[in-house]
């Protein structure tokens, strides 16, 4: 009995965390297109337009590292 003195303080911390990290992700809208990436995936008619504000491709380092791919 003694052990729930600090088991149930403990477990309201956890979930007034989790509770915490949920509003924090709500406020930064990372739930604004849950399907959004399945359905670009799946289905070929789906609008393929790169978000506001995403750099051109041409601006994004490529997979070797930031070194530019030879062109034949």
Excluded: C, K, N
């Excluded at 949920?22 to 297109?33: G, N, P, V």
């Excluded at 506001?52 to 930031?66: E, H, I, K, L």
Aim: aromatic share 8%.
């Amino acid at each position: 009995m003694a052990m729930l003195v600090y088991l149930i303080p403990i477990s309201l911390g956890l979930g007034g965390l989790g509770l915490a990290a949920f509003f924090w992700a709500l406020r930064h809208h990372q739930y604004d297109d849950p399907a959004g990436a399945s359905q670009r995936i799946l289905l070929p008619d789906f609008e393929d337009a790169p978000m506001p504000g995403t750099p051109p491709p041409d601006a994004v380092q490529s997979s070797t590292g930031g070194i530019p791919a030879r062109t034949p």
